[in-house]
Nanobody
Framework: QVQLVESGGGLVQAGGSLTLSCAASGRSFSRNVMGWFRRAPGKERDFVASINWNGDGTYYADSVKGRFSVSRNNAKNTVYLQMNSLNVEDTAVYYC????????????????????WGQGTQVTVSS
């Protein structure tokens, strides 16, 4: 059974940092484009960042560019989202997702292009 499991969420003060992890099990995602999305209360699921299979290609939403950094360790089948300078508007449930292995484009923001999803981890930023 394929699983993506996020961890690392929590409560942090504005200006603080958190690192989210997404661990894949059941199969390897080392050749898949991986993405991070978030859903704030009352809003739709929004794209945050994506990374190509070997980590040398990344793409970010304008709202997080310069503050968030996506990376991966294929030996550990894990993707990370380093989040710095967090603000209240970053409060959301964060999800990691994977594209199909045959889809190599990384600048993909539509969640419908990602067939595999984790259950999400809550990030709350207090003022």
């Amino acid at each position: 059974q394929v699983q993506l499991v996020e961890s690392g969420g929590g409560l942090v003060q504005a200006g603080g940092s958190l690192t989210l992890s997404c661990a894949a099990s059941g199969r390897s995602f080392s050749r898949n484009v991986m993405g991070w999305f978030r859903r704030a209360p009352g809003k739709e699921r929004d794209f945050v960042a994506s990374i190509n299979w070997n980590g040398d290609g990344t793409y970010y939403a304008d709202s997080v560019k310069g503050r968030f950094s996506v990376s991966r360790n294929n030996a550990k089948n894990t993707v990370y989202l380093q989040m710095n300078s967090l603000n209240v508007e970053d409060t959301a449930v964060y999800y990691c997702a994977a594209r199909d292995r045959s889809k190599v484009a990384v600048m993909v923001t539509d969640p419908r292009e990602y067939p595999y999803w984790g259950q999400g981890t809550q990030v709350t930023v207090s003022s």
